[in-house]
């Protein structure tokens, strides 16, 4: 008897627990769809998701990748200054560049020049950005 009570409450308990799960599961879910809406800007966030869509391209020296129709997913990494870039199609990703803050809502690449130079904002992302003899730009918006 005292088997079938301890089971009981075993059970109870495991339902109580799957319950809990299931809501932190479902607010968790709510609160990262709303976090990652298309109107927020990246220099308003302490952490940034976006993809942006439009024309990309990327020259080694032996190959050239380019797409009309690309994308590039940015993410604003922990020290709240540094970006990453995942490319699609086979592009290799940038990663850790830095930025500042020019104007009001937009990021301009930190060490600016002519031949590396990514502007970021709410709407719209340009990179024309070489390192190593490598190419990769970007004209896209969200």
Same mark, same amino acid.
């Given at each position: ?18 319950? %809990?799960? /299931? ?5 968790? @879910?709510? =609160?990262?769809? +709303? *976090?990652?809406?298309?109107? $927020? ?6 952490? %940034?998701? /976006? ?5 990309? @391209?990327? =020259?080694?020296? +032996? *190959?050239?990748?380019?797409? $009309? ?17 995942? =490319? ?55």
């Amino acid at each position: 008897m005292k088997s079938t009570i301890l089971e009981n409450n075993q059970k109870s308990t495991l339902k109580n627990v799957m319950k %809990f799960f /299931g809501l932190f599961l479902l607010v968790f @879910s709510m =609160f990262a769809m +709303s *976090s990652c809406r298309s109107d $927020d800007d990246p220099v308003d966030n302490d952490f %940034f998701a /976006g993809t942006y869509k439009g024309n990309i @391209s990327y =020259f080694d020296g +032996s *190959s050239t990748i380019t797409k $009309d129709n690309g994308s590039v997913f940015v993410t604003k990494i922990a020290s709240g200054t540094k970006y990453n870039f995942r =490319f699609s199609d086979g592009i290799p990703d940038l990663n850790g560049v830095e930025f500042n803050q020019e104007g009001d809502n937009v990021l301009v690449m930190v060490g600016s020049t002519e031949s590396a130079y990514i502007t970021i904002d709410n709407n719209t992302l340009k990179i024309a950005y070489t390192r190593d003899g490598k190419i990769w730009t970007a004209n896209g918006s969200r």
